[in-house]
């Protein structure tokens, strides 16, 4: 691991070489100068993470030298530490707020100054590690990682470019799986709000009793569970976007209190009689039809027309069989590199088995499929033999729409019922091994059933 590496800047000799020595046998790559002047013609070449500068140099001062670092190194900045006498600390608290995260006076005890040292260097560390998040959002949420090479694909592209940078209430729909909470963390990702939180909730799934203390928050003793207070979603989401999934799920009072929330840029916790300004930009998504919803008198339709500002449209798997080929081999490498394989092609024969199949998970489902052929494959490359057994038996291949006949709409339940089930047996029986490392002994306690079981059931799915 590299040292880490601290600047030291100070027009006396002996003490350059006291902090040397201290630094260096603390663990420190050190670099001393003698003047600001020297340190921001070195500091780009040298890179440090940390530092110390004297705050009364001959020439110019410790606060100009770390303005001048600042300007010279951008986003590689160092954590600055200013050094002072006892007599100028009011000048070392000025530097303070002038950015500096600490200072130290002289003459310093070793054993402080290699403390201070540290949690500059443990800072330094933090801020890189966020920087790197930072880069790593932004990258898996670019409009292009939303993979996709269809003319329907293309449009969503166009679209999140056009509205991300508007701070407008955006309904994503499409099918369960085709990737709308993806949609809305790009269009975050790209908005004037980046910087701000991105709360995400899914509608459905909270229990009616509880949608307007997750939504707007509770004070303490609210009700009967509420020993503290809590912020909810709307708080949690100031100053960013509040992702609202499955808003169609929704009751009709759950429906009257988002629209006042709306509407009012404001809110009241339960139990509260204060009414809190929140700064929220909404984005929401539905499975449903909300205009179908709204002629039904299941959802209400000032609240349509308040969600519905844009909208954008994702298409099922089913509707762009040309974006198969490039989402199996987005995800063969997304996987592969998860979880340290080589990443390996896509026999023509699978593809073919893929293209066939009717997807009514969408991209969800056949990333799935894909992750568990990868962890599966013997050879080298996944092959039709690789491919979960709902696509390659019988009826795999989708006979019914080729013949214009409705494909998966004219399955029966008995039909749909046994296809869920596999697919739910198949996740988690790979989940299993996944966790005890491919052992089956193992993986068949974790799943509360014999080995044998195990073996058979695997043997049944077409996991051998």
Same mark, same amino acid.
């Not at 198969?324 to 340290?340: C, E, M, N, S």
């Given at each position: 691991?590299?040292?880490?590496?601290?600047?030291?800047?100070?027009?006396?000799?002996?003490?350059?070489?006291?902090?040397?020595?201290?630094?260096?046998?603390?663990?420190?790559?050190?670099?001393?100068?003698?003047?600001?002047?020297?340190?921001?013609?070195?500091?780009?070449?040298?890179?440090?993470?940390?530092?110390?500068?004297?705050?009364?140099?001959?020439?110019?001062?410790?606060?100009?030298?770390?303005?001048?670092?600042?300007?010279?190194?951008?986003?590689?900045?160092?954590?600055?530490?200013?050094?002072?006498?006892?007599?100028?600390?009011?000048?070392?608290?000025?530097?303070?707020?002038?950015?500096?995260?600490?200072?130290?006076?002289?003459?310093?005890?070793?054993?402080?100054?290699?403390?201070?040292?540290?949690?500059?260097?443990?800072?330094?560390?933090?801020?890189?590690?966020?920087?790197?998040?930072?880069?790593?959002?932004?990258?898996?949420?670019?409009?292009?990682?939303?993979?996709?090479?269809?003319?329907?694909?293309?449009?969503?592209?166009?679209?999140?470019?056009?509205?991300?940078?508007?701070?407008?209430?955006?309904?994503?729909?499409?099918?369960?799986?085709?990737?709308?909470?993806?949609?809305?963390?790009?269009?975050?990702?790209?908005?004037?709000?980046?910087?701000?939180?991105?709360?995400?909730?899914?509608?459905?799934?909270?229990?009616?009793?509880?949608?307007?203390?997750?939504?707007?928050?509770?004070?303490?003793?609210?009700?009967?569970?509420?020993?503290?207070?809590?912020?909810?979603?709307?708080?949690?989401?100031?100053?960013?976007?509040?992702?609202?999934?499955?808003?169609?799920?929704?009751?009709?009072?759950?429906?009257?209190?988002?629209?006042?929330?709306?509407?009012?840029?404001?809110?009241?916790?339960?139990?509260?009689?204060?009414?809190?300004?929140?700064?929220?930009?909404?984005?929401?998504?539905?499975?449903?039809? %909300?205009? !179908?919803?709204? $002629?039904? =008198?299941?959802? @209400?339709?000032?609240?349509?027309? *308040? &969600?519905? #500002?844009?909208?954008?449209?994702?298409?099922?798997?089913?509707?762009?069989?040309?974006?198969?080929?490039?989402?199996?081999?987005?995800?063969?490498?997304?996987?592969?590199?998860?979880?340290?394989?080589?990443?390996?092609?896509?026999?023509?024969?699978?593809?073919?088995?893929?293209?066939?199949?009717?997807?009514?998970?969408?991209?969800?489902?056949?990333?799935?499929?894909?992750?568990?052929?990868?962890?599966?494959?013997?050879?080298?490359?996944?092959?039709?033999?690789?491919?979960?057994?709902?696509?390659?038996?019988?009826?795999?291949?989708?006979?019914?729409?080729?013949?214009?006949?409705?494909?998966?709409?004219?399955?029966?339940?008995?039909?749909?019922?046994?296809?869920?089930?596999?697919?739910?047996?198949?996740?988690?029986? %790979?989940? !299993?091994?996944? $966790?005890? =490392?491919?052992? @089956?002994?193992?993986?068949?306690? *974790? &799943?509360? #059933?014999?080995?044998?079981?195990?073996?058979?059931?695997?043997?049944?799915?077409?996991?051998?």
């Amino acid at each position: 691991m590299m040292k880490p590496r601290v600047l030291v800047v100070d027009d006396e000799k002996t003490l350059r070489g006291i902090l040397t020595t201290v630094l260096d046998d603390a663990g420190y790559e050190v670099l001393a100068l003698e003047s600001g002047e020297a340190a921001v013609g070195r500091a780009p070449d040298f890179e440090p993470d940390v530092a110390l500068i004297d705050l009364r140099l001959t020439g110019i001062d410790g606060v100009e030298t770390m303005e001048r670092l600042r300007d010279a190194l951008g986003p590689a900045t160092p954590v600055f530490i200013i050094m002072t006498a006892h007599g100028t600390i009011r000048s070392a608290v000025d530097a303070i707020r002038k950015g500096a995260l600490d200072y130290v006076t002289k003459p310093f005890d070793n054993e402080e100054l290699k403390l201070t040292v540290l949690r500059a260097v443990q800072m330094r560390r933090l801020e890189r590690r966020v920087e790197v998040l930072e880069s790593q959002l932004d990258e898996r949420f670019r409009p292009e990682n939303i993979v996709g090479q269809s003319g329907a694909m293309d449009a969503v592209f166009r679209m999140i470019g056009k509205i991300a940078p508007l701070d407008t209430t955006v309904l994503v729909s499409g099918e369960t799986g085709t990737g709308k909470e993806l949609v809305a963390r790009a269009i975050h990702r790209h908005s004037n709000r980046k910087d701000g939180p991105f709360v995400a909730v899914n509608c459905g799934a909270i229990p009616p009793t509880l949608i307007e203390s997750s939504f707007f928050g509770h004070e303490r003793g609210a009700f009967t569970d509420a020993k503290t207070a809590r912020r909810g979603a709307f708080e949690q989401a100031n100053a960013g976007t509040l992702f609202l999934d499955e808003v169609a799920e929704l009751s009709a009072a759950a429906q009257a209190g988002l629209l006042r929330a709306l509407e009012g840029g404001e809110i009241r916790r339960v139990g509260g009689e204060r009414a809190i300004a929140v700064d929220v930009r909404f984005i929401a998504a539905t499975n449903r039809d %909300l205009k !179908a919803e709204v $002629e039904a =008198g299941t959802f @209400r339709e000032d609240l349509f027309w *308040r &969600l519905n #500002v844009v909208a954008v449209h994702l298409p099922a798997l089913r509707e762009r069989p040309e974006d198969i080929a490039p989402l199996a081999d987005h995800f063969l490498r997304k996987h592969a590199g998860r979880l340290g394989l080589a990443p390996l092609p896509l026999d023509p024969d699978a593809l073919s088995l893929l293209i066939a199949y009717d997807w009514p998970g969408n991209v969800r489902e056949l990333e799935n499929a894909l992750e568990s052929s990868l962890a599966l494959a013997a050879g080298g490359s996944v092959t039709a033999a690789d491919l979960p057994a709902r696509l390659r038996g019988p009826g795999a291949t989708d006979t019914a729409r080729e013949s214009g006949t409705g494909g998966a709409a004219q399955a029966t339940l008995a039909e749909a019922v046994d296809r869920a089930r596999v697919a739910v047996e198949e996740r988690m029986i %790979l989940d !299993a091994l996944r $966790e005890t =490392g491919g052992n @089956r002994t193992r993986a068949a306690e *974790r &799943l509360g #059933v014999s080995r044998k079981t195990l073996f058979n059931k695997m043997r049944e799915l077409g996991l051998l």
